[in-house]
């Protein structure tokens, strides 16, 4: 039994079924799926091509999905930069007209 996991991020340069089987012969065995890229249909749509070249090739592949976390966007800062450090308190606004 393999132990060790080889995990690849499959996306547009990556998702052909000629690459991913390329990629499953030289030992991927985990296929990654970043979610902040790609809606739930074209990540379904990759989904769907792993499995089908599992089956074929008699390889389990597992499927590792990256889900998209909470982002804050800051926009512009005077000056180019502020530095937070530890302790420091700062407020975060959500439109312009808040501050």
């Known amino acids: 039994l393999k132990s060790t996991k080889i995990i690849t991020t499959i996306g547009p340069s990556s998702e ?3 690459v991913m089987k390329y ?3 030289a030992g991927m065995n985990t296929i990654r799926l970043n979610f902040s890229h790609g809606d739930f249909e074209e990540q379904g749509t990759r989904i769907k091509r792993a499995k089908e070249i599992s089956e074929d090739m008699g390889l389990p592949i597992s499927i590792m999905l990256d889900t998209k ?3 804050i966007r800051v ?3 005077s000056g180019g930069s ?3 450090c530890e302790n420091d308190k700062i ?3 959500s439109d312009l007209n808040s501050f």
């Open 82 to 84: 502020y530095k937070v």
């Open 69 to 71: 976390g909470p982002e």
């Open 23 to 25: 990629l499953i012969k």
């Open 16 to 18: 052909s079924k000629q």
């Open 91 to 93: 407020k975060i606004f």
């Open 75 to 77: 926009g512009k800062i």
